[in-house]
């Protein structure tokens, strides 16, 4: 499939899960790829396998909470009319629990970074008048769920900045998605080893989604028919 070619996209958080998962599926449907995460080696070898798909690939690790490394990497990606907003970070553990400095590192990351990238693009793509800025979002956008209160809130600001982006690009040739995935079998809950984070997600009564199918759902939101808009995309596990 070719529907992309022709295309730049700029994946974030793209070493590994979603992101790496999003990299090969739009190298599949023929768009070029500028991969960046924090883990160099990683990056290298996702952008290696999406170059044997017959499309150009490069990548530049970073930490997006760096803004001089947000500044070089939209002067690198400038190009780019696609970009899959989806580097974040999650902690876990009950709310009277939560450590300060996990809150402040979640929403450093998966709100405070992801603006900052996706304004720099959107100015790009503004002045191209063409583009698509896709904010990966969660399930937990729209929902609290137990363990995860601090989780649900960056998520919640990160769907207001999609919303956002999309009321003031109206009219600029700039389409703005959210893609909201439920649980998704990724190492993002590595991080978290209090004890009864650790029961509840053993207690699961379902299999969670995985990098592959929320990368189909993206790939959805960005070949839909030029005149279309997808605005939001939610993506929950089937129970079984």
Known sequence: M???KGR??????ASAGIGRATALALAAAGADVFLTGRNAAALDTAAASCRAQGVGARAMAGDLNDTGFVA???EAAGEADILVNNAGILTYAPLLETAFADVEAMFRTNVLAAFAIAQEMARRMVARRRGHIVFVTSGAARNVNQF????AATKHALAGFAKGFRLELKGTGVKVSEVAPGMVDTGIRDA????AVLKAL???TY???TSEEVAEAILFALTAPERARVDLLELQPRET
Do not use: E, I, N, Q
């Open 148 to 151: 995860g209160v601090a989780y």
């Open 202 to 204: 053993a207690a699961r």
């Open 72 to 74: 070089a990497l939209a």
């Open 8 to 13: 730049l996209a700029l994946v974030t958080g």
């Open 207 to 209: 299999g969670p989604l």
């Open 192 to 195: 978290s080893r209090h004890p």
């Open 2 to 4: 070719a529907a992309l």
